[in-house]
């Protein structure tokens, strides 16, 4: 599966964005996608996650209660929806995904994304 991310841009503090990740290529509800960042000079990690159908999904503390992981099968797209975005959400945001045919993923389970996107540059200023 190809996936893009798309949406990035320039906001101010306690706006918000929404990122877009198209796939291509495969049947894409037989996969499970996350959402990463990447802020300059530290390492890439895990924003959220969702499973094949959206009833599950997981979000790291820092962006609980603010962002939304959303996703259309039908469309081959997964949603990332970011309200009260603060400067500290600056970022280049990537989505992935692995391929879950049983529809068993579980991200505690250490589960691995084996296909990225290229990132979209979120900058959000105070």
């Known amino acids: 599966v190809q996936l893009q991310a798309s949406g990035g841009g320039l906001v101010q503090a306690g706006g918000s964005l929404r990122l877009s990740c198209a796939a291509s290529?495969?049947?894409?509800?037989?996969?499970?996608v996350g959402w990463f960042r990447q802020a300059p000079g530290k390492e890439r990690v895990v924003v959220g996650t969702?499973?094949?159908?959206?009833?599950?999904?997981y979000y790291v503390d820092s962006v609980k209660g603010r962002f939304t992981i959303s996703r259309d099968n039908a469309k081959n797209t997964v949603y990332l929806q970011m309200n009260s975005l603060k400067p500290e959400d600056t970022a280049v945001y990537y989505c992935?995904?692995?391929?879950?045919?049983?529809?068993?993923?579980?991200?505690?389970?250490?589960?691995?994304?084996?296909?990225w996107g290229r990132g979209t540059l979120v900058t959000v200023s105070s």
């Open positions: 992935a995904a692995g391929f879950d045919p049983t529809g068993s993923f579980d991200f505690a389970e250490g589960y691995e994304f084996h296909y």
């Open positions: 290529g495969r049947t894409f509800s037989n996969y499970y």
């Open positions: 969702i499973n094949w159908n959206g009833d599950s999904t």
